[in-house]
């Protein structure tokens, strides 16, 4: 449910041993995910349209990441964001341990922001922008058992406008804000 057809193999490994907590607030799924040595591929005949985006924030051990012709290597410390309804390929040949938030990707639409940008790109959660996300998500994982009904609403929209703002680019421009304003005023409509 949470990932999708997928096939895994034990890259190497007799078994595969891994753990999933999962948080929901709204229509964001945030998990934390610790896996033994493993390969996960989402090849062309698995993959189901509109499938969500996900943002990984790895904390422990190294993944490989391929999709689209792309190769990055995630290492604590590093966040990546993907489409889970293109190819793709994660390979880990030891223990890793992340954060996931999972977004529907119509709510990344319904902000008027482009995916084709966004898709396949690491940044550092180390500092800066990157930091504060993943502190969020952390917290709001923790805390998302405890939270009121009436404030989902805006720790949602906080945690997904703070996920997916070190991945955009910097505008350069008034002209370009208001694009991007226009775009998210239209998208709204």
Do not use: N, W
């Amino acid at each position: 449910t949470l990932c999708g057809r997928l096939r895994v193999d034990a890259f190497g490994a007799g078994t595969i041993d891994g753990h999933i907590d999962c948080a929901t607030i709204r229509q964001l799924r945030l998990c934390q995910i610790e896996v033994s040595q493993h390969r996960i591929a989402h090849p062309a005949s698995c993959l189901e349209p509109g499938r969500p985006v996900k943002v990984l924030i790895q904390t422990c051990g190294t993944s490989l990441f391929g999709q689209d012709g792309r190769h990055l290597v995630i290492a604590p410390g590093d966040c990546l964001i993907y489409d889970v309804s293109r190819p793709h390929v994660i390979t880990s040949s030891a223990l890793t341990k992340h954060h996931v938030v999972v977004i529907p990707r119509q709510l990344v639409e319904q902000r008027g922001l482009s995916l084709d940008p966004l898709l396949a790109r690491q940044i550092s959660a180390r500092e800066g922008a990157g930091r504060l996300a993943h502190d969020f998500v952390l917290s709001a994982f923790t805390e998302a058992p405890a939270l009121e009904a009436s404030c989902e609403v805006q720790v949602a929209d906080t945690l997904h406008d703070l996920v997916l703002m070190p991945f955009l680019p910097e505008p350069s421009s008034l002209g370009s804000r208001r694009t991007a304003l226009s775009s998210r005023i239209k998208a709204f409509i």
